[in-house]
């Protein structure tokens, strides 16, 4: 892979996962804090969402550290080894946990009477988001799990390769 596209690639990492940290410190907090402050009876939601949010955005800098760690492994030809695979599965075990977080989400928005107030938001948007999220999760495990069953297929074909030479 060249070094160039790599070099971006990380580029993008990191300011993605800097704005998560921003996010985690204070942009989810305080739209938490200010949504209370406008309909106080969301207040005994406003810790545990808080924490599930900054929990998801946790879950995707793991994944990120995760690629940065395989783009280094790219870069070093070292790809199609054994090590590889931790970092694919600590990949699919972020995004399962973020998964499963939205889930929960989704199922304390499902039966849980959670107070809306005349602003025109409601909860069955945060419910459909979060079920979109928890299909979207679902959907990027599966593939994270077909593509390190591929990565395996590469590597004992790569094995075998070089055994014929």
Known sequence: MHSLLVSILRIGIAVVVLFGLFAQA???PTT???EVDLFPPYEPYALPYTIASILGVACVQVALGAIWMLLSMVERDAI???SAFRWVDTIIGAAVVATVIALGAAVQLTFDTIPSPDDGMNVEGALFAAVACVGVGAAF???MVIMRT???KAMDMRTELAEVI
């Open 80 to 82: 199609f080894t054994r």
């Open 26 to 28: 204070v942009i989810i």
């Open 32 to 34: 938490a804090a200010d």
């Open 141 to 143: 495990s599966m593939l």
């Open 150 to 152: 591929l990565l395996g």
